[in-house]
């Protein structure tokens, strides 16, 4: 429930990821008016053309409540940057949904959608706390970036109380750091382990995961369509193993494996 965290980064490399190293299908689910998912997965000029169903009319469609397989399959459009991402783009009309609207619609939509067997979806949300939890319920688990800023704590806890009020997985908090400060980089592990010491994350038995590293390359863009930046194969390794129950990079070419999963907070 926080903007410019990383949700919509760790979204897209998290499909690359799996995409590349699993080498199965990946439909990402924008459910964020301001599209971060969809500029990333389809171009930003993608995003101003109105080109046809997304999200919005997906989620409307349930509401009215009809099925909305047929919608679903027309507004898949596939990403330029690896074969296997499709996506379900959003738009600012996505905003009409705010509000009252049923949590639910999500998940309905999901089942009528589809998806193959081997297939993982990742839903990218958005700050509002509507998307927020329709993409919590929608989910098997739940990833949450955190940055490391005093404003990040309130909004981190309603989001982690939206998972257990859920009953959802939490998959973990991942750390981002995405300013350039070197103080940041400085104190990242021992702001780690003073996270891991919160009550937050204390007794609930939530992991904190690798940090994502910051990179130059990232706001650009770049790491779209060439090599993940340098520590990110890492940060998502923790988040495959998480999904899948086993690592996709080879344990030796890590570069330290205690390092990995360094918040294992015993419930
Ligand atoms: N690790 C990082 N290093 C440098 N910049 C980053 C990093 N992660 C995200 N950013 C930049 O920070 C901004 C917000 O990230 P974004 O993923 O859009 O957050 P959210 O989806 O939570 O709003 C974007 O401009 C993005 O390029
Ligand atoms: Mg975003």
């Not at 940057?81 to 905003?95: G, H, K, M, Q, T």
């Not at 509002?128 to 319920?137: L, N, P, S």
């Not at 996270?195 to 910051?214: C, E, H, N, S, Y």
């Amino acid at each position: 429930m926080k903007g410019g965290v990383g949700k919509s980064t760790l979204s897209t490399m998290i499909a690359k990821f799996i995409a590349e190293e699993r080498g199965t299908p990946v439909t990402v689910v924008d459910l964020d008016p301001q599209r971060g998912a969809t500029i990333l997965l389809l171009g930003a000029r993608y995003a101003k053309q109105d080109a046809g169903p997304g999200i919005y009319e997906i989620l409307q469609s349930e509401q009215d409540n009809i099925p909305s397989t047929e919608l679903f399959n027309q507004a898949l459009v596939d990403s330029p940057y690896n074969e296997l991402i499709r996506v379900i783009p959003s738009d600012a009309s996505l905003a009409r949904l705010r509000g009252e609207t049923p949590r639910e619609l999500l998940s309905l939509a999901l089942q009528d959608a589809p998806i193959r067997e081997d297939e993982t979806v990742i839903v990218d949300t958005s700050p509002d706390v509507t998307f927020c939890e329709m993409g919590i319920m929608a989910s098997d688990m739940v990833f949450v970036p955190i940055t490391m800023s005093h404003q990040s704590g309130v909004p981190t806890l309603n989001t982690v109380q939206a998972v257990l009020y859920a009953e959802k997985e939490m998959g973990g908090l991942i750390p981002t750091l995405i300013g350039r400060a070197k103080w940041q980089e400085a104190r990242i592990e021992s702001w780690r382990e003073s996270l891991m010491q919160t009550d937050l994350v204390k007794g609930r038995g939530i992991d904190v995961l690798p940090a994502m590293p910051f990179s130059h390359s990232i706001p650009s863009g770049k790491w779209r369509w060439g090599k993940l930046p340098k520590g990110c194969p890492e940060m998502l390794d923790a988040i495959y193993v998480k999904l899948f129950g086993e690592h996709a990079l080879v344990v030796e070419d890590l570069k330290d494996e205690a390092e990995l999963v360094v918040g294992m907070v015993a419930a």
